[in-house]
């Protein structure tokens, strides 16, 4: 299934040649979603709903999830809600992040104090009917800044503006019930860029 959403996705980009910044806006095919194992009944939905800042918040529902996914510069922010009846467990050492490279990258999520971004994440439980707000940012983009007040730089998604049109990603987000575990793979395609 394939359904187009425009994510006004501010990049700051610093221009070599003149150094002063520019600002533009990705535009993202959100191409699928895996569930492995597939639900039998095929009973999914897509949608899409513009939001204030301009971004595009993309929702994903079946039968045991319903997860709202906006794509900022540097993360995939999501709000979950636990549709099933069991308590939900999000194993985040098993979530990842594959780049437009091909890389499958580690990912931490909100609340991770970023000088113990290589240490082992808890998984988190959601009860019945709870709403999870997160994110899941590449722990590869997180770089040590000393020229930066709070000691930390994090890199953007996407760089190369025009050059990333057609490159793929892909954000790995396993979740488990004590009846079942559920692996979905949400995946996007660059679809634009323009200069602003």
């Known amino acids: 299934m394939t359904v187009k959403f425009t994510v006004a996705f501010l990049v700051l980009w610093v221009f070599v040649s003149c150094g002063t910044p520019g600002l533009g ?8 979603v ?3 194992p597939e639900y039998d009944t095929k009973n999914m939905m897509f949608s899409t709903k513009g939001l204030p800042d ?3 918040e993309y929702t994903y529902e079946d039968l045991s999830i319903r997860i ?7 993360r995939f922010a999501f709000k979950l809600k636990n549709l099933t ?8 050492e098993k979530a990842a992040y594959i780049n437009q490279h091909g890389d499958t990258l580690r990912v931490i999520h909100n609340g991770v104090d970023l000088a113990q971004r290589t240490m082992p994440q808890d998984s988190t439980f959601l009860a019945p009917g ?16 000393p020229t930066n007040f709070s000691l930390w730089k994090i890199n953007y998604l996407f760089y190369d503006k025009k050059e990333n049109i057609g490159q793929k990603v892909s954000v790995i987000l396993p979740l488990e019930t004590k009846e079942e575990a559920k692996r979905y793979h949400f995946f996007f395609v660059i679809d634009n860029w323009k200069d602003m």
């Open 68 to 74: 709202g996914l906006v794509l900022t510069n540097t």
């Open 130 to 145: 709870a709403l999870l707000e997160d994110f899941l940012l590449p722990v590869d983009n997180v770089i040590d800044d």
């Open 54 to 56: 301009g971004t595009t």
């Open 34 to 36: 895996h569930c492995v």
């Open 85 to 92: 009846s069991d308590t939900l467990c999000i194993d985040w």
């Open 25 to 32: 806006i990705y535009s993202i095919l959100m191409e699928d």
